[in-house]
C-alpha cells in the first residue's frame, strides 16, 4: 500500500536495480543519469550502502556491488547447498596445494567469487567471496593478476544445469610459487569428485 512505503529504501533499492546489468561499474555520473537523482543523494545512499557493504567504491572512484548481495544470495536453498558441496572441496585444495581454492562463476561477461578458502600463508591471493571482473577470455575466466597466476578448470553440477551460467574450480596465488601443471591436476582430480556425486 502507498502509505507503507519508505522513500529512502525504495530510493536505495533504485540504485542496487541500477547493477543488475552487464557493466560491472559505475560512475557517479551514470548513476544520476540512470537512476534520476541528484549527485548529492546519490553520495548520501551509496555511503550508507557501502556501510552494509551493499556497494563498493573502486580506487578509480567508480561503484560497483559490494559482497553483501552475494552473501545473501547464498541463503537462497540451491546456492546453500553448493556452498555444502563445495566448500569443503575448496578447503582441502587451499590445504593441499596452499594456494587459494575458489569456486566461480560465468554470468554473461562477468566473473564472479561465489566462494573462497584461503592458505595459512601471508603470501597468497586475497579472495574473498563477491569479488567480480570482466570475462576477457571465453576459455577461462581466470583473473589477471599482477605478479600472481590463477589456473581454472570448468565444473559440470547436474544441480546447476538448468541455470544460465557456468561453474568454475580455480587455484591462485603467487606465480613464482605456482607448479601450473600439478595444480592443474589437482584441480581435475577435485572436479572429477564433484561431477560425481549425486545432486
Known sequence: MAQD?????ER???????????QESFSLAELAQATGYYKSTLLRLLASLERFH??????????????APVRLAQRH??????AVRVQPVL???????????SLLEVVGDTVSCKLAALPDTS??????????????????????????????????????????SRLWLALSGPSGRL?????????????????????
Do not use: K
Request: proline share 5%; net charge negative.
Open 5 to 9: 512505503r519508505v522513500e529512502a529504501v
Open 12 to 22: 536505495a533499492l533504485t540504485v542496487l536495480d541500477v547493477f543488475d546489468s552487464a
Open 54 to 67: 551493499y556497494t563498493e567504491r573502486g580506487e578509480d572512484g567508480r561503484w560497483m556491488l559490494g559482497s
Open 77 to 82: 536453498p540451491p546456492s546453500r547447498d553448493l
Open 91 to 101: 578447503t582441502a585444495l587451499a590445504r593441499q596445494c596452499g594456494e587459494t581454492a
Open 123 to 164: 603470501l597468497r591471493h586475497d579472495l574473498v567471496t563477491g569479488s567480480h571482473w570482466p570475462l576477457n577470455d571465453d576459455a577461462s575466466p581466470a583473473q589477471q593478476l599482477n605478479g600472481g597466476l590463477m589456473i581454472c578448470r570448468p565444473l559440470a553440477l547436474a544441480s546447476h544445469s538448468a541455470h544460465h
Open 179 to 199: 607448479d601450473a601443471e600439478q595444480l592443474a591436476e589437482h584441480l581435475e582430480i577435485m572436479a572429477a569428485r564433484l561431477e560425481g556425486e549425486a545432486p
